[in-house]
């Protein structure tokens, strides 16, 4: 991805104290066609799904599908309704000190104000195996804030690297 072209680097956090659960952008501007998140880290203290919340929105306005493999094994995750957060990726923190690389969360026309927002995600690790998610966040309103959470007691790993980019229209 070569900044100023379609991809911006918006905003870029690093996880450095060690007690870090969530990371948050926020004031997210309104000016491109899609915003991508990326994460690469990992989480320590117990592991579990990292969680997306949308404009901080704990309603039930979240649905998705998940696709699952291990390199032996297939499964699937569907929920409707969820109340709350996007699950991003079952593998992205299965156990303490375990590394994601490059997951990512794709926003589609993440500022119209007219329709709800679908959203494309992709994790993977080396010891998990790797998801493929679709969601939908059910709501009209322009995407501004992104919170990513680990549940407690976890949190995510020094080094653990979030980046958001703007992809402006083609």
């Known amino acids: 991805m070569a900044a100023g072209t379609t991809y911006d680097l918006i905003s ?3 996880v450095a104290n060690g007690t870090t659960a969530t990371v948050s952008f926020t004031s997210i501007p309104s000016t491109y066609t899609d915003i991508m998140l990326m994460f690469n880290g990992g989480g320590e203290s117990g592991g579990g799904n990292v969680q997306v ?3 901080n929105d704990t309603g039930a306005n979240y649905s998705f599908t998940m696709l699952r493999g291990s390199g032996s094994a297939a ?23 375990v590394y994601s690389t490059f997951d990512i969360a794709h926003f589609l026309d993440y500022s119209n104000t007219t329709t709800y927002k679908n959203i494309l995600m992709r994790a993977n690790n080396a010891q998990g195996g790797c998801d493929a998610t679709v969601g939908l966040w059910r709501d009209t309103s322009a995407i501004n804030r992104l919170d990513i959470t680990l549940p407690a007691p976890s ?13 402006a229209s083609a």
């Open 53 to 55: 919340k949308v404009n």
């Open 155 to 167: 949190y995510f790993m020094n080094g653990s690297t979030f980046r958001l980019y703007g992809i």
């Open 75 to 97: 499964s699937g995750d569907r929920e409707s309704n969820f109340s709350g957060y996007f699950r991003w990726g079952a593998y992205a923190t299965p156990s303490s000190g």
């Open 12 to 14: 870029s956090q690093t």
